[in-house]
């Protein structure tokens, strides 16, 4: 984002001393490609890029364009994310069912590349749960996961989903991670939005406040919450024996 690119620098910093060991950067349309990559040769073996498509920006043109930078970079990329279905800002019927066929592409093309996805579904969590099992695509974290009804639904077909730090002070995130099973969370920022004080710019290093307040709703300690979704996110990412082999 434009607002923390520039900063990149002093942010892995701060998450160093936070005790975070990696940091996803989502790219959510191809004219953001070059700097995750940037970041990526900048930080290596701390930032970690996925390329996707923001759902409200979809249209033909970009759709294909944001696939043939996919196909470029895939061996670049630990995930197609993010990418799915947005009806709260798109409202238009042609349009989300456009948004529909641009999301089966990006799953076939994550079966193609044999890539995780990373999934957006804001307003859409029914459809978006549908549209997942009839195209049989189970390797997939659903992004800043909003919707307390399905919980339970994308936690029998083995979805991860992310709770973002703002859980330390929004109620709704605090029901959803409280009945959020720990062997299918992961934690996110969403920066530089999702702050855990809202109007402030977040950033990888607010992780630790998210840990702690989920261990607070769940009865442990942080250390367990902290341990749990850093393995589901290295599993989820197959970034497991690269972080084996740098502690070793």
């Given at each position: 984002m434009p607002r923390l690119y520039p900063k990149?620098?002093?942010?892995?910093?701060?998450?160093?001393?936070a005790g975070v060991i990696?940091?996803?950067?989502?790219?959510?349309?191809?004219?953001?490609?070059?700097?995750?990559?940037?970041?990526?040769?900048?930080f290596p073996g701390f930032i970690w890029p996925t390329f996707g498509l923001h759902p409200p920006r979809a249209t033909r043109q970009i759709v294909k364009?944001?696939?043939?930078?996919?196909?470029?970079?895939?061996?670049?990329?630990?995930?197609?994310?993010?990418?799915?279905?947005?009806?709260?800002?798109?409202?238009?019927?042609?349009?989300?069912?456009?948004?529909?066929?641009a999301f089966i592409e990006f799953i076939h093309l994550a079966d193609e590349l044999n890539l995780p996805l990373v999934v957006h579904s804001r307003e859409a969590e029914a459809e978006t749960l549908q549209v997942l099992r009839e195209e049989n695509m189970f390797d997939?974290?659903?992004?800043?996961?909003?919707?307390?009804?399905?919980?339970?639904?994308?936690?029998?077909?083995?979805?991860?989903?992310s709770v973002p730090t703002s859980v330390v002070s929004?109620?709704?995130?605090?029901?959803?991670?409280?009945?959020?099973?720990?062997?299918?969370?992961?934690?996110e920022t969403d920066a530089p939005y999702l702050s855990p004080v809202p109007g402030q710019t977040n950033e990888p290093s607010n992780i630790p406040?998210?840990?702690?307040?989920?261990?607070?709703?769940?009865g442990t300690n942080t250390e367990v919450v902290a341990t749990t979704t850093t393995g589901n996110a290295l599993k989820f990412l197959r970034l497991e024996k690269i972080y084996r082999e740098s502690t070793e």
């Open positions: 990149a620098n002093a942010i892995v910093h701060r998450a160093q001393e990696g940091v996803v950067v989502s790219a959510i349309e191809p004219k953001f490609y070059p700097k995750a990559i940037d970041l990526k040769k900048r364009r944001t696939i043939q930078a996919i196909h470029e970079h895939s061996e670049e990329i630990v995930a197609i994310g993010e990418v799915g279905l947005d009806y709260h800002w798109v409202k238009d019927p042609k349009e989300q069912e456009y948004q529909k066929q997939v974290q659903l992004h800043c996961f909003n919707a307390p009804e399905f919980v339970q639904e994308a936690a029998e077909e083995k979805f991860f989903m929004r109620r709704r995130m605090q029901r959803i991670a409280t009945v959020m099973p720990l062997e299918n969370m992961l934690l406040q998210g840990a702690a307040k989920i261990a607070e709703l769940k």
